[in-house]
DNA sequence: TATGAATGAGCCTTCATTCAT
DNA sequence: GATGAATGAAGGCTCATTCAT
């Protein structure tokens, strides 16, 4: 239940009802902020889709945007669970292979939460965001950064990588990756590059290919 | 004024105005689609920013709508322009460094469209960018496809190379360039993996890096 | 409570209001749409003359198109009361002369209804009205043509007569004589042709006479 | 000409145009009011299908108003000869004959204006009305009072009728006739009553045949 | 005179939020 | 705590009318 902490989006009241209800409310509200848009989304329609009243809906989170960042939140833990799997476990480009393997199911199971992503990044949501990112973001930073740092100590890559630079380029094709999968303006871009055959055990290769390419030593320990 | 034709979402009379007024129109309304959003945006607001009546609006634009295909229209056509400055006029990972370069003066110099194009990619605006790309002629993926299809001709780059992921990969890569220097989110994102005092030449030369460890022929021709 | 049923034109809140503000909204409507027709008649001020919100008004009714029609329907629900009170309970001339009666009673009570009925025969109207007829059950033309059917059985009318014309003859009579006494422009006209001294009983009178010479049985059996 | 002047409801310049232009404004604005009634009526419309600017429509007529008064003048105009064509031309009856035949053929060969009168008779346009009739109305009246008044001398009808009354029941069967054969929805009423296969003629003998019960002498002069 | 772009008040409808029950 | 009816500000869009050209 950690998850339902974190920025203290929701009210007390919110913490104590079932589970079962809590998790209705979340799959109604991210559907439609994902389809809708934080602003078209309809809090009303939220609720009674929840099987709440809107009365309700406002005893457990105090406003609109409150309900938005909870949800939001939550998505992003739900992204750490996957990120916390991957410490420590294997070398870097296993890892790394495991990561973008990890993305999209993601991206294909919590469909709504990706987009809600896209969403969040839009201007309009940037304050709103950085209430939230100020929070999380850094985990993710912070896992890229761990991950190159531990591997360039290994001699997993090259010494003379810059691991802030890698580290948002690790970041960006995640995230690219992610909204492919997810998002149907830039699933379509993707399939228009690449060709609807191209399966997704070959997008991963490509990707491992293209961090392996970049990162390796100069010299193959030979 | 081959840009404002196109997509032909504007009514005939917006073509007779004062190119001064149609400026200001497209100056006021790209503000505040980028800055608000879609669906937030008002159209009374962008009239009277823009100086002209909501009437006026009306009889140059049939909808909101259109209004915003317009603006969006627009932002792709300047674009294209600085694609078309690219074309065929030094190798490819020259040709590779002006885009990033291009790509981050777009970013800076057109913000708000810049933001729009993010705007546009979201689920809910998904009908939008439909009727927007089906009108557009020439395509990105044409650009990155054949810089890739000379370049691999010319012996620049690995004959190997999957063209369709690479292309995508680029394109990847000047979005995300992109939405680092125009979109708030993204740009606190890009401060806080390199650092505030990261230049832009030095991320451009990371790129440029990328890129050529991804794409450069094996050296190693012995 | 059953004319508030029918066509369904309400939303459900609507049947658990207060009689009083329902009759309140009802009135209000009637008023507004009898007095300025659809078109021009205004929800905000139907809404506020009936002492509630917008908001309310929306919450009853989806939209100003069945706003009206519910309106509409009631008005004919009254009337049709009206008609089955006089139903098999005399002869056929004494039916009619009662018919006439009541009908100036309703002009006169309902003027608001009945000037709406005028509204809704008018062209722009018919898709409405189709709506609304669509749902009526009984029609007037089913009384008229059962009254005449029925007379003519037991010979209290010429044998020979055209039951259809002659329904739609009482019926134009009937439509005459009901915006006669509600519609200002029928009312005036009537005052020119027969005084303004001419009162209703001779006004039914007249309209008795002249049924019974159209349709009264060859007196001469000789 | 004269059917232009009369309540004077256009500017002078009106008068100087080519009668094709004037025609085709009339036939414009016509259609329009006939179709969308008064209220929904659009001016713009109405010009550009004229073929004449918005600007000229003002310089003919001060204002929407007006414009809507002259076409409604003109429209009487058109049925006024119809009647002076009527006018001590045979017998009574005879006359009412043809009065009926003239009525539907006014009906199916003006249907917009004759749809126009019904709009026009609708409350919220009573004050528009008011200019109108004050002028024409009387015409009506005086030809249907002094065909009765002749006929009355004449011994063709009953002495003892109320020619008032009689005067509003032909008025009244002749503008329900109009209506039937130019308003859809009293047309799709006539068609219930009496069938689709109901010809014109015997509508007309029908209420020919109800006008001579109702006024032939009793006693035929035998 | 003719033109048609410009004006802006006005209208239907939505929806976040409140509050009496 | 829960309910859901009520509120009313706000926004997209229309159209009669004006007026500079």
Not at 112 to 138: A, C, F, P, W
Request: charged share 25%; no cysteine.
């Amino acid at each position: 239940m950690k998850s339902i902490n974190g920025g203290n989006f929701h009210k007390e009241v919110f913490e104590r009802i079932s589970d079962d209800k809590r998790e209705k409310i979340f799959e109604s509200a991210m559907h439609e902020f994902a389809k809708e848009g934080y602003v078209a989304a309809n809090i009303n329609t939220i609720a009674s889709k929840a099987g709440i009243s809107i009365g309700a809906m406002y005893t457990y989170f105090p406003s609109k945007e409150n309900l938005f960042l909870a949800i939001a939140e939550r998505g992003v833990a739900i992204y750490q669970e996957i990120l916390a799997d991957l410490v420590g476990r294997a070398g870097f480009f296993e890892t790394v292979e495991r990561l973008f393997h990890l993305t999209i199911e993601y991206a294909k199971e919590h469909t709504d939460l990706s987009r809600l992503y896209l969403e969040l990044s839009t201007e309009q949501l940037g304050n709103l965001s950085v209430r939230l990112s100020e929070k999380m973001e850094i985990d993710f930073r912070e896992f890229y950064t761990e991950l190159l740092a531990a591997a360039k100590e290994k001699g997993e890559i090259r010494s003379d990588v810059d691991i802030g630079f890698a580290a948002k380029m690790l970041d960006d094709l995640v995230i690219s990756l992610q909204f492919s999968y997810s998002v149907s303006y830039y699933n379509e871009r993707m399939q228009q590059y690449v060709g609807e055959d191209h399966s997704e055990a070959q997008m991963v290769q490509n990707l491992v290919d293209l961090v392996h390419r970049y990162l390796a030593p100069e010299t193959m320990p030979a």
